[in-house]
């Protein structure tokens, strides 16, 4: 007989924010699968979570990879209830004019072609049970330009259309799809290393982002897989094709320690 468990499976799961998000769906009393590249990671982050989490292999720039963790799930747990698109890299750095098509090609399938696929084999176990909650990492660079790369920025941008455009056919079946877009978070992503190195390299981004933060500090992993389980629960209910912000404020504007003294500090309004 099937566990009653609701089952996530999340993509990037061995690292950063979708390692926290597994820590939060445990918590939450789901059975958790990590899907990532890094498989001794991700094995290593499910076995600390006990007997619940689970690891697999899974390339979001792969078709089958998605296909097969989706086949295998149903298998094992009879159901999908979270779908969490978290895998993601920076893509090519640089101005427009030097960046070549492959790089174009090679970001777009890993951070934006990646949510397409996920959503696209997610969808087929959920509308079998009727129900289900789709949560896609974008990016508050995603919203705005200039808090990423061009291309980063541009897929998550995609990532928020196409959140919102599932969302709408897919409310008919009783399946939510969201969006959440982070600010700057406190993970390896920023540091250009997968190892053990990151942590020191963090250090430095650290203070060096600060200052231009709202809330004068990067967020905790944790923070932004809060909200994730919140999307993925019964108290979202009447949340769908939304796009989250998740940004201390940044994208509110400029720190208000950094605005100019005359708007400050009080004076009258003349009269
Ligand atoms: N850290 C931030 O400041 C920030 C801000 C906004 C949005 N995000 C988004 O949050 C998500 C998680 O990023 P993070 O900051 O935790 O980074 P991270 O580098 O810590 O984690 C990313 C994970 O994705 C995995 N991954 C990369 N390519 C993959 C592939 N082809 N198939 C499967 N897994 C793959 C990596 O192995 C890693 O475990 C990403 O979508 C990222 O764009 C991060």
Known sequence: MHEQRPVCL???????????????????GYTVIIGDIQHDKSRAVAAALGE????????????????????????????????????AI??????????????????????FRSVFLGMKHAARAMQGQGSGSIVNIASAAGLVAG????LYSACKAAVVQLTQSVALELIEQGIRV???????????IHTGVTDERWLRRMDKIRIDR???????????????ADAVVWLASAQSSYVTGHAL????????????????DYYREFRPARR
């Open 178 to 188: 969201n969006a959440v877009c982070p600010g700057n978070v406190e993970t390896p």
């Open 10 to 28: 999340i993509t990037g799961g061995a690292s950063g924010i979708g390692a926290a998000c597994a820590s939060a769906f445990i918590t939450a």
């Open 52 to 87: 619940h989490a689970s690891a697999c292999e899974l390339n979001v720039a792969v078709e089958a990879d998605f296909e097969n963790a989706v086949t295998a799930l149903m298998a094992t747990h009879g159901r999908l209830d979270c779908l969490v698109n978290n895998a």
């Open 147 to 150: 808090y990423g790369p061009h």
């Open 90 to 111: 920076v893509g090519a750095l640089g101005p427009i004019a030097e960046i070549p098509l492959e790089e174009f090609e090679y970001a777009q399938s890993i951070i």
């Open 245 to 260: 912000v998740i940004d201390g404020g940044l994208l509110a504007g400029p720190p208000w320690r950094k605005q100019p």
């Open 210 to 224: 600060a200052d231009d933060q709202p809330m004068g500090r990067m967020a905790l992993p944790a923070e932004i």
